[in-house]
Structures are given as structure tokens and as C-alpha cells.
């Protein structure tokens, strides 16, 4: 049996719309720091989170005010690829910088757990507004469906 690469996924505390992010696999490892401008890229992350479990094809845009990197998910079967792409802008083209062919355990449960872990930070609503909570409750009961499913058929 192949050991899976999981992801790390940590969201850092938000100053003036800037928040810091570390995603880290055996094999790779990012930072940097994302705006919330022009639309909120935690938020964004829950709603794809959400489709991605449903198996549809998403993607979350980080700005980093002109530049972008984009995490896309996409489903093939159990298997869920992130493919992470940087643009030096809006109609730029994307160039892929890393590509990871993972499960719901090792690719949504990280971001997953990250997002939990970022709305129970303390921040100021000026420096970063927390995630939508219906959209989090949402996504908590589909994590948890999964993950009764997934274990009871093991």
C-alpha cells in the first residue's frame, strides 16, 4: 500500500484584508499572503469545499494583489486532485506548480479542519470577516455524513 500525501493546510491571523497561508504535503510547500479583495477567499474555500464533496468540479482564487494563485479540486471516482496554479494576474495565464492526487481524508479533511480552526481565531472584523456560519454548519454536516459513510464501508 502507497502511503497517501496528506495536506497542511494553516490559515493565520488576518491584518488590514491580508491573511497568512501555509499549505504544506511531503513534497511541497507554499506561503504567502492573500487579500480578501475582491471576495473573501475563506468564504470561497467553504463553498468549495461543499461542491467538492457533491464531486463538482471547483476552485478558490487567493489574490495577492496583482497576482493569483488557484487551487482547483477536481473528483475522479474517490480520488480528489488539487492542482495549484500561479497567474501573475487576471488574464494572465496559469502556470501549475503543483499537483496532488489525494482522497476525501487527505485533501478535503485538512482544509477542512483549517477553516474550523481559522473561525475560532480572535480577529478584528476590519482585518478579515469570519466565514459565513451557515455555510460552515453546512459543511459540517456533509464532513460528517462523509465520513460515516466512508468509515462504515471499510
Given at each position: 500500500m502507497t502511503k497517501k500525501t496528506k495536506i497542511e493546510l494553516n490559515l493565520g491571523n488576518p491584518k488590514s484584508g491580508w491573511l497568512p497561508i501555509e499549505l504544506k504535503s511531503t513534497d511541497f510547500e507554499l506561503e504567502f499572503n492573500a487579500s480578501n479583495i475582491p471576495e473573501n477567499p475563506t468564504d470561497k474555500l467553504c463553498e468549495s469545499l461543499i461542491l467538492a464533496i457533491n464531486?463538482?468540479?471547483?476552485?478558490?482564487?487567493?489574490?495577492?494583489?496583482?497576482?493569483?494563485?488557484?487551487?482547483?479540486l477536481k473528483q475522479h471516482g474517490k480520488e480528489i486532485e488539487l492542482n495549484i496554479s500561479k497567474s501573475g494576474g487576471?488574464?494572465?495565464?496559469?502556470?501549475?506548480?503543483?499537483?496532488?492526487?489525494?482522497?476525501?481524508?487527505?485533501?478535503?479533511?485538512?482544509?477542512?479542519?483549517?477553516?474550523?480552526?481559522?473561525?475560532?481565531?480572535?480577529?478584528?472584523?476590519?482585518?478579515?470577516?469570519?466565514?459565513?456560519?451557515?455555510?460552515?454548519?453546512?459543511?459540517?454536516?456533509?464532513?460528517?455524513e462523509r465520513k460515516k459513510t466512508t468509515y462504515n464501508n471499510v
Open positions: 464531486a463538482i468540479e471547483t476552485e478558490i482564487c487567493w489574490n495577492l494583489e496583482p497576482e493569483f494563485y488557484v487551487f482547483e487576471i488574464t494572465e495565464n496559469r502556470n501549475l506548480i503543483y499537483k496532488l492526487t489525494g482522497d476525501f481524508e487527505s485533501v478535503i479533511l485538512p482544509m477542512y479542519r483549517s477553516l474550523k480552526k481559522f473561525n475560532t481565531l480572535e480577529f478584528k472584523k476590519a482585518d478579515w470577516k469570519k466565514i459565513d456560519q451557515d455555510k460552515l454548519n453546512k459543511l459540517t454536516e456533509l464532513v460528517a
